[in-house]
Every structure is written in structure tokens, then in C-alpha cells.
């Protein structure tokens, strides 16, 4: 029995440095293993509950769609697909809706977030805040159990969503299963090498931060003048530098062999100066990311091409999603006909 692995990115931004190495790169590696099932795409319905600009969201759907396949993913390998083609994930969203408790909504990292800022600002605490805020995580369990995923390779952040998703998928089983376990309960997947990249201020590189590293976007110029931009500390050429406390031998960290970590390290603490070690993380970067900039223009330069990738993508999911969803429904007393 295959693994099926699964993962998705929400379509409200332009890829970057944090997306591909947490998320892009180790899932299409692990789309090329044999005994991998994988499931890719582009969570367009998350996006609503972050953005009302439909341009943005189509525009960062397509740029999304490009970068993975540009990244090397083989559509014909892995079902890849855009969550709003597939309405089962709404319907089984439901399903699990009236299953969840409230409380495990109300201690979600996003919602608290809010919730805590509001506070502080002496504000109603739920000012601002959505329904569609507050029930990301059962969206996105529906998306993880409607192929029952074992493994979902994320970034640190979504760690607190994927035991959601367990916790929701146990209480499902429990309440219906009668000793069947309609979902697997998945597992995060984390590379610990780069679980959190950081951006250019030092903090978690997010588009809520604006402070990322587009991968593409912009070209070779635009990634030389972000890198660039990077905060650094005070000390001079000449000065050792703690490599352990700066974001750039992090992100250099995130793109290198071990070899090649280990001499950049030694650089910095022999006073290898900030522009000179930006240089050097720029060229490093372009090593990777060259060759995909350019499969990356061609398909931006195709949207049609992309679509009919996406549209094949929707049949082999939904091929999996509809008979699932439609066990489910004569599970919980929605069977048709009766
Ligand atoms: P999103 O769109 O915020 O991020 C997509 C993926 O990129 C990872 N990531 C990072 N990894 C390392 N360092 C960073 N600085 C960094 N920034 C982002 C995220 O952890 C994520 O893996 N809710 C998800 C999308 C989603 C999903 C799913 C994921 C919807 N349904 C089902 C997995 C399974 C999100 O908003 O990711």
C-alpha cells in the first residue's frame, strides 16, 4: 500500500523562499519516490478567508500552480489539483463541522491571535474576526481526510492544524465508525533542517509579515536586491559574525550541503564582511533557482497549458473524493432515495 502524502498552499501571495523549502521541495521529492501517492494544491478556498480580491487571489493561484510545476512536480505522477474544483471538500467541511467541538476551535494559533490583539487594543475581542477565520482548521482537515493523507509535509506553523485534523478525524470515527475507521489520522511531516525560514527582518518569513523573499517573481534582479535588503547586524568586515543569530546563514543553511554550510560558517566567524556574504548567498540561491525561473516564465507565459493540468488534476481527485464523500453521507443519515 502506497503512502499518500498531501500538502497545499493558500493562494493569497506570490511564492516564496519559506514556501518553497518548507513545503514545495521536500513534497516533490517525496512525489518521485515509488512508494508515494502524492496529492498537491492550491488552497484557493483558505484564501478567501485572508483576501477579497479575486485578481490577487487568481493571479497568486496561477503563480502557485506554476512554481510547483517549475519546482519539478510531474502532474502525471501526482494528483494535483485546485481545492475549489473539488465541492466535496466544502460538503465533508460540514460534516465535520457538527462534530468538532468549539473548543478546540477556540484555541486555534490564528483565531487566538486575533482574539489577543483585539484584546489588547481594548477591543471587542472577536472584532474583525471571520466565521470563515474560525473554521480554517476544519476546512483544512477536510482537505487532508477526504483522501485520508498518512503524512502532510508543512512548515512549523501549520504543525497545530495537522493535530486538529486528528483530533477531528478521531471524534468522526468514534461518533460513526462503530468499530470502522472511516479516516486515517494524518501525520505532520517537518523538515527539521528548515522547519521556520526566516524572512528579511529576522521574523518567520510570511506575506502577514511582508517581509519575504519571492522566489521567482521579479527575476534575478529582484532576488539579488531582496537578498540584499536582508537585516543584519552592526559589525564590520574584519569583525566575526555569530552565524547562529543571522537570517542569512539560515536561509544559506536552508539551500546548501553541509560542506558548504560548514565553510560559510567559518567565513563569518573569520569576518567575511555583510555584502560580501550576501553575494555569496545570492549566487548559492541562483544555483537552485535558475533553472526553475526560466521553466517558471515559460508557464506563466501559458495559463491554458496550466489549466488543463489543473482540470485533469480535479478528475483524479474528485475520482477519489466523490465515492468517499458519498460513504460518509450514508454513515450520518443522508442517504438518498430512503
Ligand atoms: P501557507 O500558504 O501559509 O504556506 C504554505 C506552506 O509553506 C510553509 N511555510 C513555511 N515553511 C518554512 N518557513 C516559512 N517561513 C514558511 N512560510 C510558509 C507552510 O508551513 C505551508 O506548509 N493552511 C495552509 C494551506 C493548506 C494546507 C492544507 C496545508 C490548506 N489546506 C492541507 C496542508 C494540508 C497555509 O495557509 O499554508
Known amino acids: 500500500m502506497k503512502t499518500r502524502v498531501l500538502t497545499g498552499i493558500t493562494t493569497t501571495g506570490t511564492p516564496h523562499l519559506g514556501n518553497y523549502v518548507g513545503a514545495i521541495r521536500p513534497a516533490v521529492a517525496a512525489s518521485r519516490r515509488d512508494d508515494v501517492d502524492a496529492f498537491y494544491f492550491m488552497a484557493d478556498y483558505h484564501a478567501l478567508i485572508k483576501s477579497d480580491d479575486p485578481a490577487r487571489i487568481e493571479r497568486s493561484r496561477l503563480e502557485i500552480a506554476a512554481t510547483w510545476l517549475a519546482a519539478g512536480l510531474d502532474p502525471n505522477k501526482v494528483t494535483f489539483y485546485r481545492q475549489s474544483d473539488i465541492p466535496e471538500i466544502p460538503e465533508l467541511t460540514w460534516f465535520l ?56 509535509p508543512v512548515g512549523r506553523d501549520q504543525i497545530q ?81 555569530d552565524p547562529d543569530s543571522s537570517s542569512l546563514f539560515t536561509i544559506f543553511r536552508a539551500f546548501a550541503s553541509e560542506a558548504e554550510s560548514t565553510a560559510f ?35 506563466m507565459a501559458r495559463p491554458a497549458v496550466i489549466e488543463e493540468i489543473l482540470q485533469e488534476g480535479a478528475k483524479k481527485a474528485r475520482a477519489i473524493a466523490v465515492p468517499k464523500v458519498a460513504e460518509l453521507r450514508d454513515a450520518i443519515g443522508l442517504r438518498s432515495g430512503t
Open 97 to 152: 463541522t457538527c462534530v468538532t467541538a468549539k473548543g478546540l476551535l477556540n484555541r486555534a494559533h490564528a483565531y487566538k491571535a486575533s482574539v489577543d490583539k483585539n484584546t489588547e487594543a481594548g477591543e471587542d475581542p472577536d472584532a474583525g474576526v471571520t466565521a470563515g477565520l474560525y473554521m480554517y482548521p476544519v476546512l483544512m482537515a477536510a482537505d487532508i481526510l477526504v483522501f485520508n493523507a498518512n503524512k502532510v
Open 161 to 241: 492544524h495537522i493535530e486538529m485534523a486528528r483530533d477531528i478525524a478521531q471524534r468522526f470515527n468514534h461518533i460513526y465508525g462503530r468499530g470502522h475507521d472511516f479516516f486515517v489520522l494524518p501525520e505532520v511531516v517537518i523538515e527539521e533542517q528548515v522547519a521556520t525560514l526566516p524572512g528579511l527582518d529576522g521574523r518567520k518569513m510570511s506575506k502577514s509579515y511582508d517581509n519575504t523573499i519571492p522566489l521567482f517573481a521579479g527575476g534575478q534582479k529582484h532576488l539579488r536586491d531582496s537578498i540584499m535588503r536582508i537585516v543584519t547586524d552592526s559589525r564590520l568586515p574584519g569583525e566575526a559574525k
Open 265 to 299: 560558517r567559518q567565513a563569518l566567524v573569520d569576518g567575511l564582511g555583510w555584502g560580501e556574504a550576501k553575494q555569496v548567498l545570492f549566487e548559492r540561491l541562483e544555483v537552485e533557482i535558475a533553472p526553475m525561473r526560466e521553466s517558471y516564465d515559460a508557464l
